[in-house]
């Protein structure tokens, strides 16, 4: 919170801690984090031990090598593939332009991130005489900017304004997993708790994507975030659990058998009916 760096992974020797990052890890002295990119955090993170992959080169006496930059940025191209493939088919599930846009967002960090990594490669390529390994990171990076491009295809008839073809809405409308957002209303079940406590994932079984705060996005959320009044929910899961997420949150979702479009609406729950 302090400098707005958020932490994707942690090296800790010759391993990566990527998917348990979260406010329960205690770094050790010999491990380094590998912060999200952000305006304005780069020297804070730099203060606390850790650095952004965008900084200057290395001062005197720094272990992180050219190799190591390129490492770094390919774990959040990883990172950033996976949500832009998430949000996209949420995007499409919604209808919702502002996420379509955020797709297109992350398509064009993936450019510029291949790019530097490409270049830490090349510097790296000129002290290690054997190319195999580095010729891996560029084919991995490769295809984590065609996930992102790909993304980026699923949602031009969203950014674009085109009307789905129909037989789109009967796919989505069939599916067995469904994307949905869902506010956080004060005094819920939700409201201040850590989504880590909530368990979404366990009951109702919804796996978040993304959480829009103050009409800014957080991906891939961690377990540690603790959630607010008027926070979006952006998630996806199974259909059946749609009624008790909405709960956990404060409302009631009411289901409108004559609208063709399958819109929920979401009542509050004091004033809602009861089954």
């Known amino acids: 919170m302090q400098c707005g ?33 952000g305006t304005g955090g780069h020297h804070e993170a730099a203060r606390a031990g850790g650095r952004s992959s965008l900084d200057s080169p290395e001062p005197a006496g720094a272990v992180l090598s050219d190799l190591d930059r390129a490492v770094d940025v390919l774990v959040e191209m990883k990172n950033i593939s996976e949500a832009g493939v998430g949000l996209a088919y949420s995007a499409l599930a919604l209808r919702d332009v502002g996420l379509a846009s955020e ?37 991995l990076a490769s295809a984590a900017e065609e996930i992102g491009n790909q993304a980026n295809h699923m949602v031009w008839v969203i950014a674009d304004a085109y009307e789905l073809h129909p037989i789109v809405n009967i796919a989505f409308g069939e599916a067995d997993v469904v994307a949905t957002k869902v506010p956080v209303a004060a005094g819920s079940a939700a409201d201040g708790r850590r989504l880590a406590d909530l368990q979404l994932d366990i009951e109702p079984g919804f796996h978040v994507l993304a959480i829009k705060r103050d009409h800014r996005y957080l991906y891939r959320p961690r377990g540690n975030v603790s959630l607010r009044p008027g926070d979006e929910l952006i998630v996806s899961g199974p259909a059946e659990g749609q009624n008790i997420l909405a709960e956990m949150c404060g409302w009631w979702m009411e289901h409108h058998e004559d609208d063709p479009t399958g819109v929920m609406q979401l009542v509050p729950l004091d004033v809602s009916p009861r089954r």
Do not use: F
Request: proline share 6%; charged share 35%; net charge positive.
């Open 103 to 139: 797709v297109r967002h992350l398509a064009e960090r993936l450019d510029e991130m291949k790019d530097h990594l490409q270049l830490w490669v090349l510097r790296a390529a000129k002290a290690d005489p054997d190319l195999s390994p580095l010729r891996g990171l560029l084919q």
């Open 5 to 37: 760096m958020r932490v994707v992974a942690i090296r800790r020797e010759r391993s990566w801690m990527i998917e348990e990052v979260d406010g329960d890890v205690i770094p050790h002295t010999r491990g380094r984090a590998v912060p999200t990119w």
